[in-house]
């Protein structure tokens, strides 16, 4: 569904073959994670998509992440490497089939076999929170192959500096890897929502 488009939560449930009620709680998850947006007296909306929230979200993961990363870095375990290596070649694999939506997924298992290894609870589930924020505009900067390419390389550039316990190069690597995607989805979320890719989930 596209940003900005209305919910028409009968027809959706018809669509998906359930009753409402589950579709209601499914709208509530979606919009604690700022997916779709609640509207009095109209129902629920997609989320537009926003230049400046991106930027503001991603600002954030950048403060939280960098602590994550500096302390991770030197704890992690062998067991943790090779969670973290897994969902790398996950990633890889999923980019060489050109599957999207198992990109996505193998993606955010990559980023957070990293985080998760920083072992404070409180401090992962705040960049969670970010992380399901800003999902919507994954969808859009995954819907090119250059960007998924670009991922898939720098994620190699992550497993290598985890390896070598150099958590400033891990950090350097993780930093271009935001900026990247900033520059990427820049001019489609200037273009407005008629300009957004039909890929949005």
Known sequence: MRPGQQIVQYALAIQ??????PLREALKILEGEGQVTY????????????LSDLLEVYRIREILE?????????QMTTEDIERLEEAERDVQ?????????????ANQRFHFALIDACALP????LIRLLWDATEVYRSVYFSDEDNREAVAAEHRAVVAAVRAGDSATALLVL????DH???????????GVSGVPTTLR
């Not at 998906?16 to 009620?21: M, P, W």
């Not at 509207?39 to 926003?50: D, I």
């Not at 930093?175 to 935001?178: F, G, I, K, S, T």
């Open 175 to 178: 930093a271009e890897h935001r």
């Open 16 to 21: 998906l073959g359930v009753s409402r009620v």
């Open 93 to 105: 694999a999923a980019f060489d089939a050109s599957d999207v939506v198992t990109m996505t997924s």
């Open 66 to 74: 960098t602590e994550a990363v500096t302390i991770a870095v030197p």
């Open 181 to 191: 995607a900033i520059v990427a989805l820049r001019p489609v979320l200037e273009q």
């Open 122 to 125: 409180r401090l992962v589930r």
């Open 39 to 50: 509207v009095a007296h109209r129902g629920y909306f997609v989320t537009e998509l926003s």
